[in-house]
Structures are given as structure tokens and as C-alpha cells.
């Protein structure tokens, strides 16, 4: 890793916090009140400050990479007009982030791979299917993915 890629990511990731504590202040999700609201900026500003200021061990771009995913798991698995308006300014500031959809890769594969895909399923399986972002066959196929995970004992 050369010092300037770190640099680069840690900037990168600084805007991107900055976007999200904008979109959660000026497009609040419905469900939130003043005290989520606040938990959730107060959390961005130690992702800044663990981003910006590591102890001296941690300034590498693997324990920034724990920061990024911290940062990017609401916009990842939310919705709404917070979510999208987030996205939208990251394309804006062609910062260097996609949207990945995690249950579009699911479905096709017809498989849960690991922990972190089975809670993010867990997670969002039901506000999902009430957004109308999957159907009740794909609601069947999760459930079923799911209890064939929880078989094997991955859990």
C-alpha cells in the first residue's frame, strides 16, 4: 500500500461521512426521532475521527476498510429518500463507491455465503418485501436459503 492510496481513501471516506450526516440532517427517514437522529450523526463523527486520526497501529487501509463498511451499512442495506439522495451526491463527488445490491447477488446465486450475508438477509428480508423490493417468490426462495443456512450450522 503506498501512503498516498491511504491518504486518498482516508479523504474519500471523510466526504462520503460528510454526505451522510447531510442527507440524515436535511432528508431524516420517517421512522426517526431527534434522539436516532442524533445517535446516528454522533456515530458518523467517530467514523471521521477513527478514519482521520487511527492510533498509529491502525493507519493502514485494511483497518480503514472496517470504517468504510461501518459507513456504508445503512446507505448498503436502507431505503428512501435519505438513502437515495446519499447515493446520488457520491455520484455527484465521483467519489469512489458503488451501490452494491447484496440481495440481488443472493437471489441469483441461490445461496447464503456466509454470516454477514445472513444477517443482512435477516435484516432486511421484511422491510424489503414491504418496500416492494422483492416478491413472495423471492421471499420463499430467502426463507428457504435461510433454513438451509441454518442447517449447515453456519449460524
Do not use: H
Amino acid at each position: 500500500m503506498s501512503k498516498d492510496s491511504y491518504i486518498n481513501a482516508k479523504n474519500a471516506i471523510s466526504k462520503v461521512i460528510d454526505i451522510a450526516i447531510y442527507c440524515f440532517r436535511n432528508y431524516t427517514p420517517n421512522e426517526w426521532d431527534t434522539k436516532t437522529l442524533d445517535v446516528f450523526v454522533e456515530a458518523y463523527l467517530e467514523c471521521r475521527e477513527r478514519a482521520l486520526n487511527p492510533e498509529p497501529r491502525y493507519e493502514t487501509l485494511k483497518s480503514l476498510k472496517y470504517v468504510i463498511n461501518d459507513v456504508f451499512i445503512y446507505f448498503q442495506e436502507g431505503g428512501g429518500n435519505c438513502v437515495e439522495e446519499f447515493w446520488k451526491e457520491i455520484k455527484k463527488q465521483n467519489l469512489p463507491y458503488k451501490r452494491e445490491n447484496k440481495m440481488l447477488k443472493i437471489l441469483k446465486r441461490k445461496k447464503i455465503n456466509n454470516i454477514r450475508e445472513y444477517d443482512f438477509v435477516i435484516d432486511v428480508i421484511v422491510p424489503y418485501q414491504q418496500e416492494g423490493l422483492i416478491n413472495s417468490e423471492e421471499v420463499v426462495l430467502l426463507n428457504e436459503l435461510i433454513g438451509k443456512f441454518e442447517r449447515l450450522g453456519k449460524k
